[in-house]
């Protein structure tokens, strides 16, 4: 038995690596060509329970370990679509996890429970043209208005940019004081003045990516999520799991590839037998292997 893993982990990665083969794969192709993923499979994803891994049965969640999730991340960078994956992981644990931490009951409702279901697509807006990783440099605003918040900026690079039913926007409330002053919001998809444009990647082709716009953009003042100006300290917290997300994507990606490697120097012939069997390489792949092993345990130790 792994250390990590008990067998009830073991039986939910056989069965989800059984479900992206039957009801993904078969389909990757075309989702990369039209750079559409379509809803169907979101939607199989809710009735599986995929969305749900972690968060509450109170809104329809399993509420499990987070090792279920790495599970999760780790099967789906194998069906061989990086934005496929991207799609799925940045709706479950990007725009939800904003949502389970600062919504109150009233979002978790409108928002989270579809979510989990598959019914409702998310997307997190924090990346901007100007500020990406200074996440204090954004210039988006959200100016208060009697009962509503008027939002107006720009973001780009944002998974499910496109066809995403609501997005969890960061803005400024109060510009004057740097990032002391942002605030998180839950926006619907066909709120006036929204407009999106799908960015052409040379990858993540299934993924929409997309740079949206928002110009007056009205939302009532019970679309605030959480405190007001406290959008910093949440983004930051949030980050730790984004980028441990991250971590186990690259391990997987990596274990994936090197195993499609290992396959190929097995059927490539060269002078009368396999590459696989030529010292130099072997070692290669060894050194490759161990590397990966000692990625892939730092991230199972920081789980």
């Known amino acids: 038995m792994s250390f990590y893993f008990t067998e009830e982990h073991d039986f939910f990665r056989k069965s989800f690596r059984d479900f992206l083969q039957k009801e993904v794969v078969p389909h990757i192709e075309k989702w990369e060509e039209t750079g559409h993923i379509e809803r169907f499979i979101w939607e199989k994803f809710g009735e599986m329970g995929y969305f749900g891994i972690n968060y509450p049965e109170k809104y329809g969640g399993m509420d499990l370990d987070l090792f279920y999730t790495v599970i999760f991340l780790e099967e789906l960078q194998r069906v061989n679509s990086g934005g496929f994956a991207a799609a799925m992981w940045a709706h479950a644990y990007l725009a939800m996890t904003h949502l389970n931490k600062e919504g109150n009951h009233k979002q978790?409702?409108?928002?989270?429970?579809?979510?989990?279901?598959?019914?409702?697509?998310?997307?997190?807006?924090?990346t901007e043209p100007f500020g990406g990783s200074d996440v204090g440099g954004m210039r988006s605003t959200a100016v208060k208005k009697g009962d509503s918040?008027?939002?107006?900026g720009s973001k780009t690079f944002i998974t499910n940019g496109v066809y995403s039913d609501y997005l969890i926007v960061a803005a400024k409330t109060s510009p004057e004081?740097?990032?002391?002053?942002?605030?998180?919001?839950?926006?619907?998809?066909?709120?006036?003045?929204?407009?999106?444009?799908?960015?052409?990647?040379?990858?993540w082709r299934a993924s929409d990516t997309g740079e949206?716009?928002?110009?007056n953009v009205e939302i009532p003042v019970g679309n605030l999520m959480g405190e007001e100006n406290k959008g910093f300290p949440y983004?930051?917290?949030?980050?730790?799991?984004?980028?441990?997300?991250?971590g186990i994507n690259a391990h997987a990606r990596s274990e994936w590839a090197l195993e499609y490697t290992i396959q190929y120097m097995k059927d490539r012939v060269c002078f009368v037998k396999?590459?696989?069997?030529?010292?130099?390489?072997?070692h290669k792949i060894a050194d490759l292997t161990a590397d990966l092993d000692v990625c892939k345990t730092y991230n199972y130790v920081t789980t």
């Open 108 to 126: 978790k409702e409108k928002y989270l429970a579809p979510s989990i279901t598959g019914e409702k697509i998310g997307c997190l807006c924090i």
């Open 235 to 246: 983004i930051m917290q949030h980050f730790a799991l984004e980028r441990l997300i991250m």
């Open 177 to 203: 004081l740097g990032n002391k002053g942002i605030s998180i919001f839950v926006v619907d998809r066909d709120t006036p003045g929204i407009s999106a444009t799908k960015l052409d990647k040379l990858g």
């Open 274 to 282: 396999p590459i696989s069997q030529f010292q130099a390489l072997r």
């Open 149 to 152: 918040y008027i939002i107006n």
């Open 212 to 215: 949206i716009a928002f110009d």
